[in-house]
């Protein structure tokens, strides 16, 4: 009982930290697109030198529909005092279209979704639209705030590993019995 124990912890250490080494980690500093399903661990940068702006990063979905959402959030550094910054993912094909949108609190964390999908208006290229009224630094440097997207998978993992779970344990009390 104690091997058969020992296998299923070992099984589950081995399925987290496989979970964990799929991901990777893009950084980028000016739009470009990206694939909303290949990387778990998307982090942009977008820097200000004063005044009003706006920065735009593309994402695409190869998936109809995407099961799940995309999540963008951000974090506003201290450092920095912005003026009606809001965040908003925006149709690629009709930037009038916007499809969700949110004001962002200083040192506070925001999150917005959105779903990719192709029924209309057609959603799996969309933009991340951050724009801002006016930004001004109180040492006069540039001023910087991180942000992250992330496709969110329906939770079939959960379902999955349970489903292993209870094979194994099927198999114990066979040999058992």
Known sequence: MIKSLKMMA?????????????????VVSSGSSYDITSDNLFIGTVATNGGPGMYSVNFTSPIDPLKGTANASVTVNVLGTFTGLTMSWVDAANPANVLASTSIL??????????????????LSQNLVFSWANSQSANGGPITFDFDVSAV???AGGLLLLTALGGLTLARRRKTA
């Open 10 to 26: 070992a099984a589950l250490f081995a399925a987290v930290v496989m979970t964990g080494s799929a991901s990777a980690l893009t």
């Open 153 to 155: 998978p329906l939770p």
């Open 106 to 123: 200083g040192g506070i964390q925001t999150t917005l979704k959105t779903l990719f999908s192709s029924v209309a208006p057609n959603s």
